[in-house]
């Protein structure tokens, strides 16, 4: 985003907004580009390309968030995660990093994928080791570029890599002979032991850094599930937005009526039974003295043992964002592989005995009446949407940009919601107190000061907040000082956070009445 501002700073012809929504465009038209190739080098068939492209496009409400948003960070971020299977791995990894603040939970994920891998013996260790290296290595290059940014030092996922890879050193690539219940002992072990190492080591880092970036996520988690800092402001501002909330089941419903969710879970299952059996197969076929390569040869009966992405696949879809898990990680890409894929049918059709030309015959009429059914289905409603011309239609806040660019002094700061001060900044180029950007402690805790203007507090601390600040304006809006009070307005989180009963709020233990009126 800081490159593209750069780039259209001194151009004349096109406002910023349409350079970041043209920004956006390209980037979500780059991700079909490489979710059409990723689905390509896993399966070979070109029809599951399309299929896959045709799923993500059709369940675009439940693929990707630009249907409503499109500045967010993640709509930069997001089209480059998928570029990690067909662009140089550190590169893309470093794009993505980056773009979005969260990239440390997928990052964490994704190492717990490839770490399962391994330990299941499906993937030689060196393969791993490079992957988690660069995969480091970025986010330490990262850090760098957000002037030493201390949060990504002190995520859990900077703590595992360097578990993880201590050890698979210590246990070697030398694979010994055990029986099976020993092997799954020793599953268990490696997964608490990394687990143990990388808590003790994230917590060694936090105290020796001093690092608290990350403690409003912490917050919200454990507010999320009822456990403790119900009333703390941060937890409470992640809690009040839908878009934090839980996955809504009507989501299985509309990727159902889309198609990719029956044969996602098909998939899914038949690839979890083929990754059990492979497990036991290669456990099973271990002696003294077999080696990694030796196993191989030993594996090339079962699905995984010679495609080791769909076991990392199968781990990845346990991520719980639902726009990284729809298009980007499993279920677009699993769908049209499960329906379309060589291998798959060729496990099916094997008790029958057939040759090589069936197979193809067969998976290539599978994925051409897939895809048939998916156009009937939802072809006519997509054409349809496009023909609905829409534009944006906020008078009010469009006059508010152009009175401040025309009667404000370029040195004047604005305090108001982080969201409409984005836009202010964006649009007009003028200071502003606060901003949308909540990973780091100092601005949180400068967003918190600023916000008081919204709860019970004198005249006096208002103007003592906004002067020690250095603001000039004050924006309010409507939504949030005259939106009925359900205990997630903007006062009534400050109110809560301040200890105070806020309006047609509860007695609750910990609140008082505060006879101090809301001073604006």
């Not at 456990?283 to 090339?300: E, G, I, Q």
Request: hydrophobic share 50%.
């Amino acid at each position: 985003m800081v490159v593209i501002t750069g780039m259209n700073r001194n151009q004349t012809w096109m406002q910023p907004i349409f350079s970041y929504i043209n920004s956006v465009f390209a980037l979500h038209a780059m991700l079909v580009w490489a979710l059409f190739l990723t689905a390509y080098f896993l399966s070979g068939s070109w029809l599951a390309d399309i299929l896959t492209a045709c799923f993500y496009t059709f369940n675009k409400f439940d693929t990707m968030r630009v249907k409503y948003f499109i500045p967010l960070r993640e709509s930069f971020s997001l089209p480059f995660l998928w570029r990690l299977s067909v662009f140089i791995i550190f590169t893309s990894t470093l794009c993505f990093s980056l773009c979005w603040q969260f990239n440390q939970f997928v990052f964490l994920l994704q190492a717990f994928a490839l770490f399962g891998t391994w330990i299941l013996d499906m993937v030689p260790p060196r393969k791993i080791q490079m992957l988690l290296v660069a995969q480091m290595t970025a986010l330490l290059v990262t850090c760098l570029l957000q002037f030493i940014n201390k949060m990504i030092l002190g995520s859990l996922v900077m703590s595992f890599i360097p578990a993880a890879l201590l050890l698979i050193y210590l246990k070697g690539e030398e694979m010994r002979y055990c029986s099976i219940p020993s092997r799954i002992i020793k599953v268990i072990g490696y997964s608490l032991t990394v687990l143990v190492f990388m808590i003790l080591l994230q917590r060694v880092v936090k105290l020796l850094l001093g690092i608290d970036a990350d403690d409003h996520i912490y917050k919200f988690i454990m507010s999320k599930f009822n456990v403790g800092h119900a009333r703390d402001f941060d937890a409470l501002l992640y809690l009040c937005i839908d878009a934090f909330g839980f996955l809504q089941f009507d989501t299985f419903e509309k990727l159902t009526n889309g198609v990719v969710f029956p044969l996602y879970v098909v998939t899914h299952l038949g690839m979890l039974i083929i990754l059990f059996v492979a497990v036991l197969q290669n456990w099973s076929n271990h002696v003294h003295d077999t080696n990694v390569k030796d196993h191989s040869s030993a594996k090339k009966f079962h699905l995984l043992s010679s495609r080791p992405e769909l076991a990392y696949h199968a781990g990845m879809s346990t991520l719980p964002m639902k726009y990284l898990w729809t298009p980007y990680t499993s279920m677009c890409i699993l769908g049209s592989i499960g329906i379309s894929d060589y291998k798959v049918w060729r496990t099916i059709l094997s008790p029958f005995k057939t040759q090589g030309v069936i197979i193809q015959i067969v998976r290539h009429f599978m994925t051409l009446l897939t895809l048939t059914i998916l156009l009937a289905i939802a072809l006519l409603p997509l054409l349809k949407d496009l023909e609905e011309l829409k534009e944006f239609w906020d008078p009010d806040t469009v006059e508010l940009m152009e009175w401040i660019k025309s009667n404000v002094p370029k040195g004047a700061a604005f305090t108001g919601s982080m969201q409409l001060l984005a836009g202010v900044k964006l649009c007009t180029g003028r200071p502003i107190t606060n901003h949308p950007h909540y990973e780091d402690k100092h601005l949180r805790f400068k967003t918190k000061e600023l916000y008081q203007i919204y709860g019970r507090r004198t005249s006096q601390d208002v103007h003592d907040i906004l002067t020690k600040y250095k603001s000039s304006y004050i924006i309010l809006e409507d939504s949030i000082c005259l939106a009925p009070s359900k205990g997630c307005r903007t006062p009534d989180i400050v109110d809560i956070d301040n200890g105070i009963i806020p309006d047609h709020g509860k007695a609750e233990p910990g609140l008082v009445k505060s006879t101090v009126l809301n001073t604006i």
